[in-house]
């Protein structure tokens, strides 16, 4: 079965530092990876996705991801972290085993300092 | 601009009681999707739906059922509540194209007291 796993529960950065949210995935698979990110009291907003194009795929708001194969990683960037940026974020897996269904990692509360 | 609604930010009820979560999206999706939302465990699908009246169930299920009787409409029930199903409840919508592009509504706490 495929899985996601998010290797930080809390990051803390200050403002205008970069960000670096980490996520490893198991798969059998070439997988499709997603981020998502939550601001507090608002639904998930999809922020960027991988589906076997380029490795590295940029997003809203100044983020990136790449996809490393060899690592089983799919870790989320930013070079200059912002107030606004405070959320948590979401890795997601693509699971083809199962129907094809989705799968959430824990999530990764961000903090910014200022 | 993309738009998921849900009835209610904030519901309490007692234990035993029926309980009914409302979902509307504006743009035509065919997918619809029900998750719960619980601190340290990130998000678990309890139902999803692919058409008007087709259900799958998901991860958790148990406790919850749903219905979908028009296509922008999904609604989540919880037959008798319990205080173990107090959370955080996540409606979703996403494109017959792109299943996993999922568009979220702001989310219903509820607390079962």
């Known amino acids: 079965a495929q899985s996601v796993t998010q290797l930080d529960s809390h990051v803390s950065v200050s403002e205008g530092t970069p960000v670096l949210l980490r996520c490893n995935y198991s798969s059998s698979y070439s997988p499709s990876l997603f981020w998502y990110v939550q601001h507090p009291n608002k639904g998930l907003q999809l922020l960027l996705k991988y589906t076997s194009a380029a490795t590295l795929v940029k997003g809203i708001n100044g983020f990136e991801a790449e996809f490393k194969k060899s690592e089983t990683s799919f870790h989320l960037t930013k070079p200059s972290a912002h107030m606004s940026d405070a959320a948590e974020y979401f890795c997601v897996v693509r699971d083809m085993n199962r129907d094809d269904k989705i799968i959430f990692g824990k999530g990764t509360r961000l903090h910014i300092l200022p | 601009d993309v738009k998921v609604t849900q009835s209610s930010r904030y519901l309490v009820k007692r234990t035993g009681e029926k309980v009914f979560l409302e979902c509307v999206q504006d743009m035509d999706h065919e997918n619809m999707f029900w998750y719960r939302q619980d601190p340290g465990l990130g998000l678990r699908l309890i139902y999803f739906?692919?058409?008007?009246?087709?259900?799958e169930k998901g991860d958790i299920p148990e406790g919850y059922s749903v219905s979908r009787e028009k296509k922008e409409r999904f609604s989540l029930i919880l037959e008798s509540a319990s205080t173990n199903q107090t959370s955080m409840y996540l409606c979703a919508s996403s494109d017959l194209t792109d299943l996993y592009e999922q568009y979220f509504g702001p989310g219903t706490r509820l607390t079962v007291t």
């Open positions: 739906s692919y058409d008007v009246k087709m259900k």
